[in-house]
């Protein structure tokens, strides 16, 4: 009938709307690793929000100049994500996790990551990064 027609429809749409964030974030995501690995300390540290909070306890501008100070030190960073899943937690946040190898001059680190993004101004951004050996 008619209501299950349109109820279709609508479950249909919200799909597709949730594959397209869940892309969008997908893309996002890659885009940091690339950034990551090129150095490239204003797309990288742009795709995190304002509202990030580190794990670590420190404030905003403490964890950027440290991000930037150890990225920068390296002569080389190979950034490998795989096995990446992601879920829309709801229209505007997207929660990805996938394993990441890190490869740089002085260290090799493989680790599982979670990362949450938010939608803001059209655009993916990182809230909340969590790495653990086992958070799949």
Known sequence: DAATSAAQASVT?????????????????????????????????????????????KTLAQWKADRKNRILSKNRIKIQLSQIDARLVNPTTVRLKFFQKYRSDQLEASSHKTVDMKLSNQRWLITRERTSANNR
């Open 13 to 57: 749409s919200s799909n597709q709307e949730a594959a397209a964030s869940t892309q969008a974030a997908i893309k996002a995501l890659l885009q940091w690793g690339a950034a990551w690995e090129k150095k490239d300390m204003e797309a990288y540290l742009g795709a995190y929000a304002n509202d990030f909070q580190p794990a670590d306890g």
